[in-house]
């Protein structure tokens, strides 16, 4: 007996075509803030419906191939880690380069 094509296969998934921003985050491996804040910037594509914001899967793969180019990625994480490297050093340790300057 010969498929029925009207009746859709169960063990196949539906391609979603929006995706919202906790999704899309995660689908990044990147935390919603993060995204949100490109997105914002102009980075990546978004559409907004009331309070809802959702990405289109493909413009996210295109972003992710592209190598998640976003200028202010690389200077929040250089600014991240020069104050975590000053926290790590602790006050004791400013006076004292602060003294040698």
């Known amino acids: 007996m010969p498929a029925n094509n009207n009746v859709p296969d169960k063990r196949r998934r539906r391609q ?11 689908w990044c491996s990147v935390s919603d803030r993060f995204l949100w804040g490109i997105a914002q910037a102009g980075d990546l594509p978004f559409i907004k419906l009331g309070n809802r914001v959702l990405f289109c899967p493909r ?32 006050p004791a340790s400013k006076q004292g380069r602060a003294a040698r300057a």
Not at 16 to 26: E, I, K, P, T
Not at 69 to 88: C, F, G, M, Y
């Open 16 to 26: 979603r075509l929006l995706v919202n921003l906790q999704v899309a985050a995660r």
């Open 59 to 90: 413009d996210l793969k295109t972003w992710v191939d592209g190598g998640c180019a976003h200028p202010l990625w690389t200077a929040q994480a250089s600014l991240k880690r020069q104050e975590r490297n000053a926290r790590k050093q602790g």
